[in-house]
């Protein structure tokens, strides 16, 4: 069950850093707004585009994220219960839960915050809430993939 878990785990992180990085790679024209929302350095119609790209994958992505990330924690439960606490389990539990938990403090809050605007409404709202989901998604590709590269630097030792 040992392999099986470890296997899983890695395979739904791995699904999880995929999402994050593509969802990265979407927000690319506005990653100058991660510092300063209302930067000049990215217009205004750049910003709609992406908003309104973002509020299509919106009800399809965290309901999937959610599921996904549910699924590594619990073969992490999977393999403290089987492997007890060893240094290698608690490392790994530890890089992940507390970015896990960042991330879960401010989820609900930063979807709405694209959800709940119109793309073609009021541009500080749209570039508020669009930068704040998209540090939020930067968050968790670092999450899922440090996480991974820790587990495949365990399994090359």
């Not at 495949?152 to 030792?157: Q, Y």
Request: hydrophobic share 55%.
């Amino acid at each position: 069950m040992t392999d099986l878990a470890t296997t899983l785990m890695t395979g739904l992180l791995g699904l999880g850093t995929g999402i994050f990085a593509t969802l990265s790679l979407i927000e690319k024209p506005i990653w100058p707004m991660l510092r300063a929302p209302l930067t000049l350095q990215v217009g205004d119609d750049e910003v709609r585009k992406v908003h309104a790209i973002l509020k299509r994958l919106i009800h399809l992505l965290p309901p999937t994220m959610m599921t996904t990330m549910g699924g590594v924690s619990l073969m992490m439960i999977i393999l403290f219960m089987e492997q007890g606490a060893s240094i290698r389990n608690m490392l790994v539990s530890l890089v992940f839960f507390s970015q896990l938990i960042l991330i879960v403090a401010r989820l609900f809050e930063d979807i709405r915050g694209v959800d709940m605007v119109d793309s073609d409404g009021d541009i500080g709202s749209v570039r508020n809430g669009l930068a704040a989901l998209a540090l939020l998604h930067h968050r968790g590709l670092l999450m899922t993939s440090s996480t991974l590269i820790l587990i495949w630097l365990f399994a090359a030792l």
